[in-house]
């Protein structure tokens, strides 16, 4: 009688133990993802975008005017420190990698000198003859800014002011400019403008035993939503769910904030490249956000840093941007 007593007992441990071993293992999402974040105890969590659905198309530093600049439907000017200088609104357009922002027939030069009008180029004849070669090669070296659109027709600043060739085209030099010849012999004017902000951040794309850590380290998973397919011979588990992350900041500090994915981890971790004056406890994030789970998923851009910071140089926005920022204000 005592043996079954003594086997009753077992069991119902085992099962107890069981039932908590399972219990640890489920992951419960952290409270705060980094829209809502309170930030930590010495840093703070800044969102960038416009809102927590935005997706970022360009995130680059701009060398001539040290600052950042973020492109999502609007274009943002941002200094070292994260904090946003000036805004503009874009309508669908382009970013050529010399700073002239760009639709299909309009030019903006509001990243190099602030003015948010945009021009229609002049257009011009192409030159013709046996010495169109040459009166290209002119234009293109006394022009201040150059830009070749896409199976496009030259376009210059010259003197002031933006001309494009146009009817009736030379049919050769168009066959010319085309070649990779002539893109390396004539670039984009000024080259090499911008440069891609630092990724400092893990590859979500290795295993996770196979990750660097040591900055963003994934702690686990709380599935949300689950589905299988069935292909016949094989099936296909499909998931979405919170991903439990912390980022390791300067100072031993940690920042814990959860993360919607449904194919993996969508987000990437940035820095000012330190050669143009990026600090070690500033840091920029982007995370997608996915269209499936609007309600859970969040995108966006935001900038962690310390709590207390010295004042970077004050930066002058733009009429516009003066305006569209006082109107944000407001609607906050």
């Not at 840093?43 to 809102?51: A, N």
């Not at 309009?106 to 009008?117: A, F, P, T, V, Y």
């Not at 996915?290 to 962690?304: K, M, Q, R």
């Amino acid at each position: 009688m005592s043996g079954i007593k003594i086997s009753s007992l077992l069991f119902f441990v085992i099962i107890v133990s069981a039932s908590c071993y399972h219990k640890k293992k489920t992951m419960i999402p952290f409270e705060y993802g980094l829209a809502t974040s309170p930030g930590s105890k010495n840093f703070e969590v800044k969102m960038l975008t416009e809102d927590s659905q935005s997706i970022y198309q360009d995130f680059l530093y701009d060398t001539l005017r040290n600052i950042v600049i973020l492109h999502t439907y609007k274009f943002y000017k941002i200094n070292n420190n994260g904090t946003v200088a000036d805004t503009t609104i874009t309508r669908g357009m382009g970013l050529y990698d010399n700073g002239i922002i760009n639709t299909t027939t309009e030019l903006c030069e509001w990243l190099i000198n602030g003015d948010s009008s945009f021009i229609i180029p002049k257009q011009v004849p192409s030159p013709r003859g046996s010495n169109s070669f040459e009166i290209f090669d002119e234009d293109y070296q006394n022009a201040e800014y150059y830009v070749r659109p896409q199976g496009g027709e030259p376009i210059f600043k010259i003197n002031g002011k933006w001309i494009k060739y146009g009817l009736p085209f030379n049919t050769e030099l168009n066959k010319y400019l085309a070649t990779d010849e002539s893109k390396k012999k004539y670039p984009i004017k000024p080259a090499n403008r911008f440069i891609p902000m630092q990724e400092i951040g893990p590859d979500f794309g290795v295993a996770p035993e196979k990750r660097d850590t040591s900055l963003l380290k994934s702690l686990g998973y709380a599935v949300v939503d689950k589905e299988t397919e069935d292909w016949g011979i094989t099936k296909h588990n499909y998931s979405a769910g919170f991903y439990n992350m912390e980022l390791y900041l300067p100072g031993g500090d940690t920042l814990r904030f959860r993360h919607f994915g449904a194919l993996g981890i969508n987000l990437e971790v940035f820095r000012v490249p330190k050669e143009y004056g990026g600090r070690d406890d500033v840091f920029f994030i982007a995370q997608d956000p996915n269209p499936l789970y609007p309600e859970l998923s969040t995108g966006g851009v935001y900038v962690i840093r310390p709590r207390y910071l010295p004042e970077e140089k004050p930066y002058n926005p733009s009429r516009l941007g003066t305006l569209l920022q006082h109107t944000e204000k407001k609607g906050q």
